[in-house]
């Protein structure tokens, strides 16, 4: 006798829509609507995103998910998304010009089987299906849907004076389409015109006048045609414009000095643009006293006279990052650490005369830092790390990258004061051994993912402690060619929530850390072992016969893997969705049992 079904019995739709609105993953909620007519019906209303692919057939591609989830409020289209389409749209058996057969969506620049170009990306027609059938349309991104016009565009804005949000990277629009954005969408906060090459300052001017009241984030990237003049007019009209994202050669400082004078409320800034020098960078100080984020990439023009002005005016910074900024130096940190003491986040990338004395000061006055990125930085030395662990209790993020000068003293001194430290990505610091990462092992308890590609110093007595004092989600030990069974079986031991291992390239790995994995790790979903000569099938197969979650496997120039061992892992993981071996690995049989299940099964090396 089947049992009472009390939950439809007793919860009304609106529950279950409540319910439903509260599962995050797609697969989970895709898994409820599969319980029953009802709730598939409940499911599909309670949908308002969208995520497709460009199909080579937009309008009925557009109007049967409109047809199933009315209640959409966010779409996003990308060309480079690969969909397949449902096997019939009307009947179940047998054909009509209306049925659709299976396809997998390609490139723009793929070529169909009869050897000619075939369309698939976004059309105007797709894009009139999409402001017809999605009336309650908000949010709309088309990356690089390339086949749309201004006629398009125009036609759709027309009919979504809602629009709130519009991404337009790589579409080649031009002035007619945005500034018919401009005079229908006047609720239009957010505006993304990345690699938009048919603008000219005459659509962004249009713009900027029609939304001028409701814009607060303007990215533009790219845009040969776009230069001060439009830039002129977004200070004149958008007034409470909060983000704006610059990469272009063609703006100099007179544009972003405008914006700096006319949007008071910025608090997002971040800026490529060569021609740009410390003199807009002070007018940005001067106006926008609300900026929390400032992003600087690669400005050769700049001297520490711009972050010093930062650092008087903006006080409410909390994110920099500086990178590829040869000629700033110490001089320009320090004014930003003693400036803006509430900085969270600093990343400092390749500006090779930042060093010592500029870290030393924002260890000795940023207390609220929680992350820091040091990437390529020769200068930066142990003791400027140590006074980031004395001052900075709250870091929870360390990334080093190619700090030649960073050894086991700054690293033992983080460990020792950042206690809170929940992320150590270091790569390439040959200075760093077993006594820094014993340190952190020691002390940082919350400790959960841990990167130390290439520090060959490190060995299994670092891995030994770090598997008795923290429970890592996350360990990449790729390069360390000092690790060994030791260090992977403590980890495997004192780490049971471990999801995510790379071990390539450890001459040293054999098949005990394999089983010791397989034993202590059943949440391992991604592992790595190309590379490592020593682990052979047995290893392997003790691995996937337990670790059943596991979704993805590396293991080329893998020399005692056979083919007997990637047809145990793919008859094993049920799971399975990449597997990256040697082509001639593969059998036949195993091809015939996996195609189907694997993304990407073999290739050539």
């Not at 989830?69 to 009509?96: A, E």
């Not at 001089?331 to 390749?350: D, K, M, Q, R, Y």
């Not at 054999?510 to 790595?528: H, Q, S, T």
Request: charged letters at 20%; hydrophobic letters at 40%.
């Amino acid at each position: 006798m089947r049992g009472h079904d009390w939950i439809n019995t007793c919860l009304p739709d609106e529950l279950i829509v409540e319910i439903f609105q509260r599962v995050d993953s797609k697969s989970g909620r895709d898994a409820c609507s599969l319980v029953c007519k009802r709730w598939l019906g409940l499911e599909r209303l309670s949908r308002t995103t969208l995520r497709i692919g460009a199909s080579s057939s937009p309008d009925l591609f557009v109007n049967l998910l409109a047809s199933r989830f009315p209640n959409i409020k966010t779409v996003h289209i990308d060309v480079r998304l690969s969909v397949s389409l449902p096997v019939h749209l009307g009947k179940r058996r047998g054909r009509d010009k209306t049925t659709l057969t299976p396809r997998r969506l390609h490139y723009a620049d793929e070529k169909s089987e009869e050897g000619d170009f075939e369309s698939v990306s976004l059309t105007d027609n797709g894009l009139a299906a999409l402001a017809d059938e999605f009336v309650k349309l908000e949010k709309l991104s088309l990356i690089w849907c390339s086949n749309l016009t201004s006629v398009g565009l125009t036609s759709f804005a027309q009919k979504c004076a809602s629009l709130r949000s519009l991404d337009l990277q790589g579409c080649y629009i031009g002035d007619q389409g945005l500034a018919a954005v401009g005079k229908c969408c006047q609720q239009l906060e957010d505006l993304n015109l990345r690699f938009c090459e048919g603008l000219s300052d005459r659509g962004l001017i249009d713009l900027a006048i029609g939304c001028g009241e409701s814009l607060k984030s303007l990215g533009v990237a790219a845009c040969a045609k776009i230069t001060d003049i439009s830039l002129e007019a977004v200070g004149s009209n958008c007034k409470f414009l909060e983000t704006l994202s610059l990469d272009s050669e063609y703006i100099h400082n007179k544009g972003v000095m405008a914006v700096a004078q006319g949007c008071h409320l910025l608090k997002v800034l971040k800026i490529e643009c060569g021609n740009v020098t410390d003199e807009a960078l002070a007018a940005v100080a001067t106006s926008c006293l609300s900026l929390e984020l400032l992003a600087l990439y690669s400005f050769q023009q700049f001297i520490d006279k711009g972050l010093c002005a930062v650092g008087k005016g903006c006080k409410k910074l909390k994110s920099l990052t500086l990178s590829d900024c040869y000629f700033l130096s110490d001089e320009g940190l320090e004014a930003i650490a003693t400036g803006c003491t509430e900085l969270t986040h600093l990343e400092v990338n390749g500006c090779h005369n930042i060093g010592t004395i500029g870290l030393e000061s924002v260890g000795r006055s940023c207390p609220h830092l929680t992350e820091l990125a040091l990437l390529y930085c020769q200068k930066i030395s142990n003791y400027a790390l140590s006074e980031v662990g004395k001052g900075c209790k709250n870091l929870q993020a360390l990334h080093l990258v190619d700090c030649s000068s960073v050894g086991d003293d700054a690293i033992s001194n983080i460990g020792r004061g950042c206690q809170n430290l929940k992320k150590l990505h270091i790569r390439r610091c040959y200075e760093v051994g077993n006594k820094g990462i014993i340190a952190v092992g020691e002390h940082c308890h919350s400790l959960t993912d841990l990167s130390l590609r290439f520090c060959d110093r490190v060995g299994d007595e670092a891995l030994i402690a770090i598997g008795q004092g923290c429970s890592l989600q996350c360990l990449n030990v790729s390069g360390c060619s000092q690790i060994g069974d030791a260090g992977i079986v403590a980890v495997a031991r004192g780490c049971p929530r471990l999801t995510h291992l790379d071990v390539s390239v450890l001459q040293n790995l054999g098949d005990m850390a394999l089983v010791e994995l397989g034993e202590g790790c059943p949440l391992l979903k991604d592992i790595v072992v190309s590379h490592c000569h020593q682990i052979t099938d047995v290893g392997l197969s003790h691995l996937v016969k337990k670790c059943t979650m596991l979704e993805s496997c590396q293991a080329v120039y893998c020399p005692r893997i056979t083919t007997a061992g990637v047809a145990t892992v793919v008859s094993t993981c049920p799971n399975m969705k990449k597997l990256l071996v040697e082509k001639w690995k593969v059998s036949p049989r195993t091809i015939r049992r996996a195609g189907s299940v694997i993304s990407y099964l073999c290739v050539d090396l």
